[in-house]
């Protein structure tokens, strides 16, 4: 099967930050870049283009380079620096008529080069402090927007003479323009919560109403999911659908966060059809012994750290087995099922369960006279 790699630009060595844009475990390799170079649409169709001729592709992300920049802006605003002070003196031979707002125009260049110069350190300092590229990825669009947001305030204030008559003028185009787009700014407010209150990030594999994917960008006014499951397929495969909506469904609506960063997995469940008169005590322990042996010590530490958080809230934490846990239930049809839960990584339950089914059954069918599986045509 040919797979889609995403590599990381140079300097990304961690590997658990390389894991954090991870969008779907059978078609991008663990070893992810920065999720925000999903935006790169020509390399991403470049990619799937390879995807469908059988080939391996690779996305090789454009390295953001803050320090390159900042010694671009650096001189840039040194130029500025020296050439603001010569204007209207007659060095460069300009007339007075043109000299005021040429003035007015290097004041703003200088002031919107020094802006992003600051934001070009700050993203520097980002870079090598924040490890995780999903808080990489929302500090930058915070930076974008701020200094941007900064640049164009200076703009208005210099590049019209009554610059507070514009900005009152602003201020009611704002309040019309205001009401005809609630749609638009709630998203937008919505975004602001989504950084403070962190529903989601980057990375996550969530649930909104009936959508359900990872979470490959966090937008101004919408959310990008890389869909799983859906209309067309069952599980926990990746669709191949990219999935839009807009982010004040967040204050509108339950959201399922299947990957919550204190404890990142659900429980999942395999079930069997048994007789009724089958030897139940053995296909418990039989069930509940696979299991635990093929998950091993990590169900029992993810259960413990379940067991934890449980013990800060008023919910019985004593509830919560630390084995694999079966259970039978009375089916519709003339059937018992068996059903055994454990707890899984939610990207990785579709592999496991397919792991775990044939050593379940092999295990079971060693004694089929003790659990007697439905077999030929019997109802």
Same mark, same amino acid.
């Given at each position: 099967?040919?797979?889609?790699?995403?590599?990381?630009?140079?300097?990304?060595?961690?590997?658990?930050?390389?894991?954090?844009?991870?969008?779907?475990?059978?078609?991008?390799?663990?070893?992810?870049?920065?999720?925000?170079?999903?935006?790169?649409?020509?390399?991403?169709?470049?990619?799937?283009?390879?995807?469908?001729? +059988?080939? #391996?592709? $690779?996305?090789? @992300? *454009?390295? !953001? %380079?803050?320090?390159?920049? &900042?010694?671009?802006? /650096?001189?840039?605003?040194?130029?500025?620096?020296?050439?603001?002070?010569?204007?209207?003196?007659?060095?460069? +031979?300009? #007339?007075? $008529?043109?000299? @005021? *707002?040429? !003035? %007015?125009?290097?004041?703003? &260049?200088?002031?919107? /080069?020094?802006?992003?110069?600051?934001?070009?350190?700050?993203?520097?300092?980002?870079?090598?402090?924040?490890?995780?590229?999903?808080?990489?990825?929302?500090?930058?669009?915070?930076?974008?927007?701020?200094?941007?947001?900064?640049? /164009?305030?200076?703009?208005?204030?210099?590049?019209?003479?009554?610059?507070?008559?514009?900005?009152?003028?602003?201020?009611?185009?704002?309040?019309?323009?205001?009401?005809?787009?609630?749609?638009?700014?709630?998203?937008?407010?919505?975004?602001?919560?989504?950084?403070?209150?962190?529903?989601?990030?980057?990375?996550?594999?969530?649930?909104?109403?009936?959508?359900?994917?990872?979470?490959?960008?966090?937008?101004?006014?919408?959310?990008?999911?890389?869909?799983?499951?859906?209309?067309?397929?069952?599980?926990?495969?990746?669709?191949?659908?990219?999935?839009?909506?807009?982010?004040?469904?967040?204050?509108?609506?339950?959201?399922?966060?299947?990957?919550?960063?204190?404890?990142?997995?659900?429980?999942?469940?395999?079930?069997?059809?048994?007789?009724?008169?089958?030897?139940?005590?053995?296909?418990?322990?039989?069930?509940?012994?696979?299991?635990?042996?093929?998950?091993?010590?990590?169900?029992?530490?993810?259960?413990?750290?379940?067991?934890?958080?449980?013990?800060?809230?008023?919910?019985?934490?004593?509830?919560?087995?630390?084995?694999?846990?079966?259970?039978?239930?009375?089916?519709?049809?003339?059937?018992?099922?068996?059903?055994?839960?454990?707890?899984?990584?939610?990207?990785?339950?579709?592999?496991?369960?397919?792991?775990?089914?044939?050593?379940?059954?092999?295990?079971?069918?060693?004694?089929?006279?003790?659990?007697?599986?439905?077999?030929?045509?019997?109802?």
């Amino acid at each position: 099967m040919a797979r889609l790699r995403v590599v990381p630009p140079p300097g990304a060595e961690d590997e658990e930050e390389l894991k954090e844009g991870q969008i779907g475990p059978e078609l991008i390799e663990e070893d992810h870049g920065d999720p925000s170079l999903l935006e790169d649409r020509d390399a991403v169709e470049e990619a799937v283009r390879h995807i469908e001729a +059988g080939e #391996t592709a $690779e996305i090789k @992300a *454009p390295p !953001r %380079r803050p320090r390159l920049w &900042l010694g671009l802006y /650096v001189l840039a605003l040194a130029a500025l620096l020296w050439a603001l002070p010569l204007i209207g003196t007659g060095y460069f +031979g300009l #007339t007075d $008529e043109l000299a @005021a *707002p040429l !003035r %007015r125009a290097g004041i703003v &260049l200088v002031t919107a /080069v020094a802006i992003r110069a600051l934001a070009a350190m700050v993203e520097a300092v980002v870079l090598e402090r924040v490890k995780e590229a999903a808080n990489r990825y929302n500090i930058i669009k915070v930076l974008d927007l701020v200094s941007w947001a900064a640049i /164009v305030l200076v703009g208005v204030t210099q590049l019209f003479a009554e610059w507070y008559q514009a900005l009152a003028s602003l201020g009611v185009v704002s309040l019309v323009v205001g009401l005809a787009l609630q749609g638009p700014l709630s998203s937008f407010f919505a975004w602001i919560y989504i950084l403070a209150r962190k529903p989601y990030r980057v990375g996550d594999r969530i649930a909104v109403g009936d959508l359900q994917g990872d979470v490959i960008q966090v937008g101004y006014l919408d959310t990008t999911l890389w869909e799983f499951g859906g209309k067309y397929i069952s599980g926990d495969h990746p669709s191949g659908r990219i999935i839009k909506f807009p982010n004040a469904s967040v204050l509108n609506g339950p959201i399922v966060n299947y990957t919550w960063p204190l404890f990142p997995y659900r429980w999942d469940e395999i079930k069997f059809q048994i007789a009724y008169d089958a030897d139940l005590s053995y296909v418990a322990e039989t069930m509940q012994r696979v299991v635990e042996h093929e998950m091993g010590a990590e169900l029992k530490e993810r259960i413990a750290a379940y067991r934890q958080l449980l013990k800060k809230t008023p919910v019985n934490e004593l509830s919560v087995r630390e084995r694999p846990t079966v259970i039978f239930r009375v089916h519709d049809n003339t059937w018992l099922q068996a059903i055994v839960r454990y707890v899984v990584d939610p990207r990785r339950s579709g592999p496991v369960k397919s792991r775990l089914m044939p050593l379940l059954l092999n295990a079971l069918n060693e004694h089929p006279e003790r659990v007697k599986f439905p077999r030929g045509d019997a109802r």
